[in-house]
């Protein structure tokens, strides 16, 4: 590839305070790279507590580092603050996990997703056409505008949330486990929404996710961190399906499958594998 990547995360380390008296920071992240390109779909894919999450609130600026860099675009955003920050919320926009705590209960859907465009210097005339249409690319009826989260179920709540992560026309978004607060059913649609919209505006996504299976539906590229170490980055493709780092099996053998009798088998050779783990770390 000749030209540089949208995002760059080179080098990465965040480090939290440790709990109790006098105690030694806690580092989480251990030397993180990761790069996303211009319309890509990269998957960032661990069990939960390695260090996923806080990469997210790194790009975002919600985290602070304590070595490497993160570019976007070129351009060094790891200590953005301020104005140049609030420039970056234009480009770089966020999907949370959870739609029931991420939507401001008292405010309606209509002046969730203006909010950003007025923000952003929209008149709000245009602002009020610009909601209709993301209202309408996302799947949810015109009337939504009028209407208070509560109104609505997880599934069109995330809807909303992406909604509202589109309407500054990002290049791109922080997908944290975005459909992991959903049933099943209506993950696979809310994922066909989020591919569907891809294809439209090649925005990029950082998208997280515990699941792989889940990332190699999404995905064009997958990176695979354990413990806050990148442990495997490839062609989602190769990465699902013939992993080279024992961790990524052990977590390809984790993600759910609908038959009981395998779901026994895989969760032995899980135990085997993570056996071996403990006898021999990987390097
Ligand atoms: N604000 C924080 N303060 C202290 N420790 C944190 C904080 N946020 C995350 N951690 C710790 O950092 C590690 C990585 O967490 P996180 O990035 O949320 O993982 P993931 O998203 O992969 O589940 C965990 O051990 C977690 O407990
Ligand atoms: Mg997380």
Not at 172 to 195: F, H, K
């Amino acid at each position: 590839m000749t030209t540089a990547p949208l995002l760059d995360v080179s080098g990465l380390r965040v480090a939290f305070p440790g709990r109790g008296w006098r105690a030694e920071p806690v580092e989480v992240l251990h030397g993180v790279d990761l790069t996303v390109g211009s319309g890509e779909a990269h998957g960032l894919v661990g069990e939960s507590g390695s260090g996923k999450t806080t990469i997210g609130r790194a790009v975002l600026g919600l985290v602070k580092t304590t070595a490497g860099t993160i570019s976007f675009g070129g351009r060094d955003i790891t200590r953005a603050s301020g104005r140049a920050r609030r420039a970056l919320s234009r480009d770089i926009q966020v999907v949370f996990q959870d739609p029931y705590t991420s939507l401001n209960p008292s405010l309606t859907i209509g002046d969730i997703l203006a909010e950003p465009l007025v923000v952003h210097g929209s008149a709000p005339a245009d602002a009020r056409r610009r909601v209709r249409e993301l209202l309408d690319r996302v799947g949810l009826p015109a009337d939504a505008a009028e209407r208070l989260p509560r109104e609505f179920s997880g599934g069109q709540r995330q809807r909303v949330a992406i909604a509202r992560a589109l309407a500054p026309e990002p290049r791109l978004i922080v997908c944290d486990e975005p459909v992991s607060a959903l049933d099943l059913s209506t993950q696979a649609r809310v994922l066909d929404l989020l591919l569907d919209l891809q294809r439209r505006t090649g925005v990029a996504y950082l998208f997280i996710s515990h699941d792989l299976s889940v990332v190699r539906h999404m995905c064009h590229r997958v990176s695979v961190i354990h413990r806050g170490d990148i442990v495997e980055t490839g062609p989602a493709a190769a990465v699902t399906s013939a992993p080279r780092h024992p961790y990524t099996r052990r977590l390809m053998l984790a993600s759910p499958v609908a038959d009981p009798v395998v779901q026994a088998g895989r969760r032995e050779e899980r135990r085997r594998l993570a056996e071996a783990e403990r006898a021999a770390p990987p390097a």
